[in-house]
Antibody, heavy 116, light 108 residues
Framework: QVQLVESGGGVVQPGKSLRLSCAAS????????IHWVRQAPGKGLEWVAV????????YYADSVKGRFSISRDNSKNNVALQMNSLRPEDTAIYYC???????????WGLGTLVTV | SYVVIQPPSVSVAPGKTATISCGGD??????VHWYQQRAGKAPVLVIY???ERPSGVPERLSGSNSGNTATLTISRVEAGDEADYYC???????????FGGGTKLTVL
């Protein structure tokens, strides 16, 4: 079955960096785009970034553009989110999600907590 | 960028019907998806492409989309339906995913 497992979260000081990882299994990883979505404590879902199936196309939310970078390694079934210049408002649970048709997110991981 | 508006909360008695709206300019011409997020859990896709149900989602959940409003309808509401619900679409103008602010469904 489809499985997405996030890791790399933790407590970090403002201005520092953190790298999140999303390990995928149970599907044709190299065929699907992957998104990162975050949720601040007590708040709603906020889209962060997406990377295409082959890594050639990426898009970012305005709130993280220029600070965050998404990448993938299809040989390792892994997507990374490099987060630089972190701010207190980046504190959230970060989820990775597999993209299905019409840009829906049909499978989600359990999330990893980042505290800035 | 494109904005969608959801009511912050909806309350319904067990066995009744709950409707959750997602409003946006001409949203009926966009592809809308819905997610359920129970307390402390990750979101789960419950309706895609406006009205389609993934396998395992009860028929009690249905979706529609027309004009300026997309709607998630939950019939014969049960205690287990209590959760936050989010609509989502892709905005082709900004190349951004857009989420609604979420609606907390309370079962009385």
């Amino acid at each position: 079955q489809v499985q997405l497992v996030e890791s790399g979260g933790g407590v970090v000081q403002p201005g520092k960096s953190l790298r999140l990882s999303c390990a995928a299994s149970g599907f044709a990883f190299s065929s699907d785009a992957i998104h990162w979505v975050r949720q601040a404590p007590g708040k709603g879902l906020e889209w962060v970034a997406v990377i295409s199936y082959d890594g050639t196309t990426t898009y970012y939310a305005d709130s993280v553009k220029g600070r965050f970078s998404i990448s993938r390694d299809n040989s390792k079934n892994n997507v990374a989110l490099q987060m630089n210049s972190l701010r207190p408002e980046d504190t959230a649970i970060y989820y990775c999600a597999r993209e299905g048709s019409y840009i829906r997110m049909d499978s989600w991981g359990l999330g990893t907590l980042v505290t800035v | 960028s494109y904005v969608v508006i959801q009511p912050p909360s909806v309350s319904v008695a067990p066995g009744k019907t709950a409707t959750i709206s997602c409003g946006g300019d001409d949203i009926g011409n966009r592809v809308v998806h819905w997610y359920q997020q129970r307390a402390g859990k990750a979101p789960v896709l419950v309706i895609y492409s406006g009205s389609e149900r993934p396998s395992g989602v009860p028929e009690r959940l249905s979706g529609s989309n027309s004009g300026n409003t997309a709607t998630l309808t939950i019939s014969r509401v049960e205690a287990g339906d209590e959760a936050d619900y989010y609509c989502q679409l892709w905005d082709t103008t900004s190349d951004h995913v857009v989420f609604g602010g979420g609606t907390k469904l309370t079962v009385l």
